[in-house]
Nanobody, 124 residues
Framework: QVQLVESGGGLVQAGGSLRLSCAAS????????VGWFRQAPGKEREFVAA????????YYAELVTGRFTLSRDNAKNTAYLRMNSLKPEDTAVYYC?????????????????WGQGTQVTVSS
């Protein structure tokens, strides 16, 4: 079992930066792929970024490529999403998720564990 807790969200002006953290409990976190998703009001939850269990590969949604960077520190059981050049359209609740088998990391339903989410609001 893996429990995930996100932190680092908040209010930021357009062009600013935030770093989200996803802290995990449970011994299997280091063997899980980690994904970040976001959900804006009235919209479906969408893929943002993912990283393989060992950090060897990362994947990004086209909308965030070049602006967001996902990393992890398995010794600390934590994953980090660095978000630069934020835009008002990045406003959403951001969720961290863990996937035990690491297949098709773009799909919401492939993930086994989810955090409670952290709000990111970008003002224009």
């Amino acid at each position: 079992q893996v429990q995930l807790v996100e932190s680092g969200g908040g209010l930021v002006q357009a062009g600013g930066s935030l770093r989200l953290s996803c802290a995990a409990s449970g011994r299997t976190f280091s063997s899980c792929a980690v994904g970040w998703f976001r959900q804006a009001p009235g919209k479906e939850r969408e893929f943002v970024a993912a990283i393989t269990w060992n950090g060897g590969r990362t994947y990004y949604a086209e909308l965030v490529t070049g602006r967001f960077t996902l990393s992890r520190d398995n010794a600390k059981n934590t994953a980090y999403l660095r978000m630069n050049s934020l835009k008002p359209e990045d406003t959403a609740v951001y969720y961290c998720a863990a996937d035990r088998d690491g297949s098709n990391l773009y799909r919401v339903h492939n993930y086994d564990y989810w955090g409670q989410g952290t709000q990111v609001t970008v003002s224009s």
